[in-house]
């Protein structure tokens, strides 16, 4: 069953304030995890390790250091 | 005691325990000789022949910020409560980092994260461990987050040694200041070792109480019908800064960290030594280390756990060392034994006893055993002397390990 990109990214902003108190509305596609919502790499872990248990995917150690941005990680469930 | 060497005065204490969520709570209920025990509602207690414990009154997690709960250990989450109310109870103290320590220990760590985490690898694999879980399961663990969370530079250290470890720390940051090291120590023990493992195996040890139809009444320090400890969970921390320091800044000062003594038995890893040689050496020289005589010893924090072996020899060994005379107790009536917590919150409780000058009683004490001379407070609690006076709170260890320390009001 497709998922909608907006569902997804209610998700993740629901997954990204489980793990890091950050209001999930500031979870919107432009943000850059490390720049903008100043999460540091062992909770972008956890967040993948979230995101694929929420949403079926996997995110390999090599693809996740390439998800910068919110959007690149609802392209990468999208896809 | 030596006169060029900074003495250590305690300027804040936290504590979150099966009593109460801080120190005035706990406090309160250890003068109303309230228990902390309870019985556990889990669905493992079936498989375990002790079915109580004295649960923190006050979830950790439920205090703490979600996303910082789910990062921590339990008893690192119940030392990080407690040593932030000890820092704001110091007045949030302005020291360089660099000049600023911790050390604060725990008996077996994080062990309820190894468990946990040992099942999600078993069931779930490797990549659904969470990347948090060695900083959880590590025993440093306590002592590091709250190192980071203060900023401290001068050391920050993990004292290990069983039951005495909270007891062991404080010596330890006692030590810092003296020699130099550091200005303020934040020191002391945690502990949350409830898991149906653990008490299976000090279960299989023979060391705990089985009074499953009277869990209140199951911690019973020198009454002829104890039959073991019984488990708690919590934190109790200090905050020590050399006398100077805390003066400079105007600091109130609650007692003074006098004195300090170690040693082991040597005898045999679980069992008391019958004669109390080892316990009665930690205690003459914590006397000799803070300079002052038995006489001027009015209480002792008695390690008092309520096993049948370990609670008569202790009290001997306190008439053969300091006397007959001192007002003891065992809160571990009331708490339970927090293991690497005990030395902790007892600290807490022996400094508030000088300082409100009052003894809280031991409960289910009904008919103390054979052979025991000294004081022991019970029934009501007792008040303490005006004037310059001296308590003492004992902390031993499966390992043989013995800590005294020595707090006095001047």
Redesign the interface.
Known sequence: MAVSEQEILEGLGKIVN????IPATEVTPEKSFVDDLDIDS?SM??IA?AAQDEFGVEIPDDQLKNLKTVKDVLNFIQA | MSANRARVVVTGYGATTPLGGDVTSTWSALLAGQSGVRPLTEDWVDSVPVKFAGVAAVDPSEVLPRPEARRLDRSEQLALVAAREAWQHAGAPQVASERLGVVVSSGIGGITTTLSAYDTFKEKGWSRLSPFTVPMLMPNGPAAWIGLDLGAMAGVHATVSACASGAEAIGYAMDMIRSGRADVVVAGGTEAAIHPLNIAAFAAARAMSTRNDDPQGASRPWDRDRDGFVLGEGAGIVVLESEEHARARGAKIYAYASGVGYSADSHHITQPEPEGRGIIMAMTQALTDAGVTGQDIKHINAHGTSTPAGDVIEVQSVAKAIGTHPLVTSTKSMTGHLLGGAGGIESVFTIKALEDRIVPATINLANPDDGIEVDLVHGESRKLPQGDIAAVNNSFGFGGHNVTVVFTTH
Do not use: N
Request: net charge negative; no cysteine; hydrophobic share 50%.
């Open positions: 489980e793990i890091t108190g062992l872990v956890e390790v």
